[in-house]
């Protein structure tokens, strides 16, 4: 085994917020200083994958990947395999990379000698271990090599993330156009990607805009999940049900998720109906509630759900709300009993019962 690096000393500082762990984990891939071993876990593999593309195109050269670049699964390692993977030099290069996917899937032998390695990793190696979704994070492996979580992105984090990426791609797009994507493919990075991709095609060296998206993904602004939800929120029956159809022909949209959106959406404006605030505290109390509940599926983007829960709140009573929530748990429960209605129809008869709603008199 070649010369061991000076003991590993975590990174980044226990409890640091995940955004902030990852963009010290890309600046550090950007100044190419690397750590002698990673350890990258969470839900979100596309990420994970990401990372580890990103770390190899900075640590090892294209022409030198086939000596110096290794990826194995746990599961597939003898101790003895993983002996001669982590002890073998780079050739013709000043490091190598070792990436072990499905980490928690060593034997006990091989993760016996994973540990002993840890505390006296190789200067010329950069190892890299891997949970898959769903795997408990290893305490041991969190304090021995220097790890960056990976959960699945929200609020603000998605149209950010949809901004870099077409940035990469040498591109650029309006806040409008991020919006209507996010509408029409959620938080689903791999098919994100497949359209930023078909996206930047399309405009060229031109700045991708709502039109460039209407076209190339083939959605309209009236036929997203937002601009139901927000004709929901504003009573506009008309609106709404001219919305339905189109909504529902959209990927991954059904009468369940439309359900579960507008519930998120009633109960958050339940919620700040109570704190009786100016709309201008009320929006950043919403992000704060967003934030402090974690994965709630808003059906659209943070911020355009803030501002439809603000410019909505007005037109909606405590009591108003609560028949709204009463209204809605009773169309999940008929949508997962045998019926004769079609769920458009059943979400319309929704529509008609949220919307007219008697509205609160304005004062004169």
Known sequence: MSGAAEPHRKAYIPGMAKA????????????????????????????????IRQLIAAAVEPATQAFNLEQRKGGDLQAEALGILLGTPPMMATRRVVVIRDVSGLRKDARALLDRYLKAPAADTVLVL???????????LESTATAVEYAPLTGGQLPKWVERRVEQAGGRITEDATSLLLDVVGGDLSQLALEIDK????????????????????????????????????RDAAVALGALAGVLQQPKTSAVTVVMSLTAQMLAMAWGETRALHPSRLSGEYFNLLKEAGSVYTGRAWGEAVSAWTKAASRWTARELDEALVTLARADVALKETRLSTDEQLLSTLVLTLCRMPAPRKAA
């Open 130 to 140: 891997v949970a898959g979704s769903g795997s408990k994070a290893d305490k041991l």
């Open 199 to 234: 996206l930047a095609s399309y405009a060229g060296d031109g700045t991708i805009d709502e039109a460039a998206v209407s076209a190339a993904v083939g959605i309209r602004r009236d036929e997203t999940l937002g601009h139901l939800l927000d004709a929901i929120a504003q």
């Open 20 to 51: 902030a762990e990852q963009k010290a984990f890309r600046t550090a891939l950007q100044e190419r200083r690397f750590d002698p071993a990673y350890y990258l876990y969470g839900e979100d593999d596309y990420l994970k994958d990401e990372a």
